[in-house]
């Protein structure tokens, strides 16, 4: 079972139902893999919503692999979700809105309120 509070989803791909979390760890191989200087900036360049599909494989890729599965993007490349490249958009917009706004409680503005930045501090 997921927990939303630490960020993660789940996700069904190729017929199999997976976790997925971008921890620290993630998050930095995806700093790296898109040459952005902070995490942040990873959140950014989804939030204007135009996304590559090489994006989208490293992005689910990155969030398999910090849930402790051993998948390489090129695996995830070749899986099938349902609803086609929209369903794997999905499956990133959901894992960014976990990752940036878990746990926000007490009236605090959640996932729903303005994508995955909202909230955060100018």
């Known amino acids: 079972m997921v927990n939303l509070h630490r960020g993660e989803i789940e996700a069904v791909l190729?017929?199999?139902?997976?976790?997925?979390?971008?921890?620290?760890?993630?998050?930095a191989e995806l700093e790296h893999a898109f040459g952005e200087d902070d995490m942040l900036a990873v959140?950014?360049?989804?939030?204007?919503?135009?996304?590559?599909?090489?994006?989208?494989i490293r992005m689910?890729?990155?969030?398999?692999?910090?849930?402790?599965y051993d998948i390489a993007d090129a695996a995830v490349g070749a899986m099938r979700v349902e609803g086609g490249a929209a369903g794997f958009v999905d499956i990133v917009a959901r894992l960014l809105a976990a990752t940036f706004t878990a746990g926000r409680v007490n009236g605090e503005r959640?996932?729903?309120?303005?994508?995955?930045?909202?909230?955060?501090a100018a």
């Open 60 to 68: 689910i890729g990155a969030g398999l692999r910090g849930a402790g």
């Open 14 to 27: 190729d017929g199999k139902s997976y976790r997925l979390c971008l921890t620290l760890g993630a998050l």
């Open 43 to 56: 959140a950014e360049r989804f939030e204007a919503g135009r996304i590559a599909a090489a994006d989208a």
């Open 110 to 120: 959640g996932a729903e309120d303005n994508g995955p930045l909202a909230g955060r």
